[in-house]
T-cell receptor, first 109, second 116 residues
Framework: KQEVTQIPAALSVPEGENLVLNCSFT??????LQWFRQDPGKGLTSLLL?????REQTSGRLNASLDKSSGRSTLYIAASQPGDSATYLCAALSYKLIFGSGTRLLVRP | EPEVTQTPSHQVTQMGQEVILRCVPI?????FYWYRQILGQKVEFLVSFYNNEISEKSEIFDDQFSVERPDGSNFTLKIRSTKLEDSAMYFCASGKLLPGGSYEQYFGPGTRLTVT
């Protein structure tokens, strides 16, 4: 049974810092790994999707990597801004998305 | 850019009542899903729907729940007799097939269901 874990659960950083969010999954038989952003009380905004044959994807200041063999993905945020404050969720896709609990990020001005 | 839409944004109902949550997926997507998120907990898969039938469902998706695609555009989740523990945010998603055979899911803004 697939389980997805995210570390840390919460993170507070000053504006401008580069940071790394971690995601691990127990079953490497996945189709892809998707990172989402969730603002309080809101829906899920897809940030990046890495297919199982890929190693990384980039969008602006965000870079996500995938290592299927070790069951890990990381989301790298460069030059963080207060507007990046949100919960970041990773989800592994087999026939359904299995979500982690998320990392709550606070970027302090 | 096309989006998944959901109505209503908030539904309050009394225990034992039936509710229908509505979703309009992105028009050329073939896969449809419902997920839910109880306050403070993980997003959980409920059901997937493809080719006018359920393709997978979770243990949560018992006989109380049903899904329909009544008219080729709407996708609905019905809860027959709501319980207090059904209170959650319900997300609809639609899936776009990607080269290589996997798919990317696009989520709607959610319907907050409150059962009193």
């Amino acid at each position: 049974k697939q389980e997805v874990t995210q570390i840390p659960a919460a993170l507070s950083v000053p504006e401008g810092e580069n940071l790394v969010l971690n995601c691990s999954f127990t079953d490497s038989a996945i189709y892809n790994l998707q990172w989402f952003r969730q603002d309080p009380g809101k829906g899920l905004t897809s940030l990046l999707l890495i297919q199982s044959s890929q190693r990384e994807q980039t969008s602006g200041r965000l870079n996500a990597s995938l290592d299927k063999s070790s069951g890990r993905s990381t989301l790298y945020i460069a030059a963080s801004q207060p507007g990046d404050s949100a919960t970041y969720l990773c989800a592994a896709l087999s026939y359904k998305l299995i979500f982690g609990s998320g990392t709550r990020l606070l970027v302090r001005p | 850019e096309p989006e998944v839409t959901q109505t209503p944004s908030h539904q309050v109902t009394q225990m034992g009542q039936e509710v229908i949550l509505r979703c309009v997926p992105i028009s050329n997507h073939l896969y449809f899903y419902w997920y839910r998120q109880i306050l403070g907990q993980k997003v959980e898969f409920l059901v997937s729907f493809y080719n006018n039938e359920i393709s997978e469902k979770s243990e949560i998706f018992d006989d109380q729940f049903s899904v329909e695609r009544p008219d080729g555009s709407n996708f609905t989740l019905k809860i027959r007799s709501t319980k207090l523990e059904d209170s959650a945010m319900y997300f609809c998603a639609s899936g776009k097939l990607l080269p290589g055979g996997s798919y990317e899911q696009y989520f709607g803004p959610g319907t907050r269901l409150t059962v009193t």
